[in-house]
């Protein structure tokens, strides 16, 4: 799902989870007594399964979450809801402490003594539990309804991963993880998940401390001259600022441009250069096209198809657009290479050893900062992907580079092959390093 950045827009209302159980909702201070600005407002009310909010300091998100947590557990009888900080200190202090003043004491259970320390039990039997991502394995156990991961950019990468994401498979349960960004974790990938469109269960917001009218905008401007630009970014504007192993940089701001894809062959400069990155299940079979000023004028993408389908979608670009070459990913044996030469196509198949696929990346780079590839920006799938790409280095010393896992590179090594695609080869022998 793609990241929602209007305020003012409520599309994707959570429906009605029940209705009510045994608790009348009027007995907590409702939406109606205490009112969400904008941004939280829109956040409240999206009904994707998993939320993710990446938020500037004072904008409010333990109060907005201190509300979504009451409403999930007076909607039925028996909800399960988990509230996950870095530590019990957060989990007190942001969590049990701010909503524990919201409820009446009628709706708490009767018996103190089976009342946990840092837990809230409600007469429908519905629980609500502070917890520590601290130690591990302290967060296994049953099912959850509904999970809040506070400050989730501290909290370790093994306790989503490990912990808390299996907390919610057999209850198909709800999570929204919130926090100022904190690096390129887990946190960042599912943010990252939340602007594709591969993973519709997921939203991400950026959330940015003026989008609270609360907070004078005289105030954060004090902020601003009072710390690094860096810092700034991240504490107020809520941006991932932390580039430690990312490969591409700031290509947002330096790369694209407002076009609409495809280009016509009339708009386009020749000569064209196609590449392709081949997959048929997991990944994503990719055919990107640039031209001779080095523009992406056409770029589709297709899993779980033919290699027929395949074939036809390369040769119908390359008769639209009669590249010089065609750079095809010749890891594998496969026939399509030698069906597309038959055809009357030139291609270089390329075969990726680690080393060739070091020179394919690193010429990418070159290509992306010296400003000379232009992305259009329309085309986000390819973005993320660039965004994404890290680099790491191996105990040899040496540098490899992938997405994270998890993620998809295809676009990637599809974009680096047909800028790979200088000139003409004289002979589609396949090349290895």
């Known amino acids: 799902m793609t990241e929602t950045s209007d305020p003012g827009s409520e599309s994707g209302s959570r429906p009605a989870d029940g209705d009510g159980g045994d608790i009348d909702e009027n007995r907590y201070i409702l939406r109606s007594l205490w009112q969400p600005h904008d941004g939280q407002r829109v956040i ?44 019990y200190q957060q989990s007190n202090d942001f969590g049990f402490d701010k909503m524990k003043p919201l409820l009446s004491p009628d709706v708490l259970a009767d018996d103190p003594k089976r009342t946990k320390p840092r ?34 950019g501290s909290v370790p990468d093994r306790a989503w991963t490990d912990e808390l994401r299996p907390t919610l498979s057999d209850t198909l349960g709800d999570m929204i993880a919130i926090g100022t960004p904190k690096g390129r974790n887990w946190f960042y990938r599912w943010f990252q998940r939340g602007k594709s469109v591969d993973h519709p269960d997921v939203a991400s917001w950026q959330a940015p401390t003026n989008q609270n009218p609360h907070v004078p905008d005289s105030e954060i401007e004090s902020a601003k001259e009072d710390m690094p630009e860096r810092v700034f970014e991240q504490e107020y504007q809520a941006h991932f600022v932390d580039d ?57 993408r297709v899993q779980q198809t033919t290699w027929d389908r395949i074939q036809t979608i390369i040769e119908r670009l390359a008769d639209r657009y009669e590249p010089h070459i065609v750079a095809l990913d010749g890891t594998r044996d496969n026939k399509i290479v030698e069906d597309i030469e038959r055809a009357g196509y030139q291609v270089d198949p390329i075969r990726f050893s680690s080393r060739k696929k070091q020179t394919l990346i690193e010429n990418l780079i070159t290509e992306l900062e010296t400003g000379r590839i232009t992305v259009p920006a329309s085309a986000n799938t390819l973005l993320n992907e660039l965004e994404m790409y890290e680099f790491e280095r191996t105990e040899s010393g040496q540098v490899s580079y992938s997405a994270p896992s998890g993620f998809h590179d295809d676009c990637v090594d599809a974009l680096a092959l047909a800028v790979s695609a200088s000139s003409p080869t004289p002979k589609t022998i396949p090349s290895t390093f």
Do not use: Q
């Open 119 to 152: 837990e809230i039990s409600l007469i429908n039997g519905s629980t609500i539990s502070f917890r520590s991502a601290e130690r591990e394995d302290s967060l296994r156990g049953g099912g959850v309804n509904f999970l809040i991961i506070d400050e989730a």
């Open 244 to 300: 430690t192993g990312s490969v591409f940089g700031d290509i947002r701001e330096r790369n694209v441009e407002d076009y609409t894809l495809p280009v016509s062959v009339r708009e386009s400069a020749s000569p064209f250069r196609i590449g392709v990155d081949f997959a048929r299940f997991d990944d994503w079979t990719v055919v990107l096209v640039i031209d001779g000023e080095d523009r992406v004028v056409a770029f589709e």
């Open 44 to 87: 409240m009310n999206h009904d994707a399964r998993f939320r993710i909010v990446a938020c500037g300091r004072r904008w409010g998100k333990s109060e907005m979450c201190a509300h979504l947590a009451l409403e999930r557990a007076l909607s039925e009888p028996n909800m399960e809801v988990w509230w996950v900080s870095p530590n």
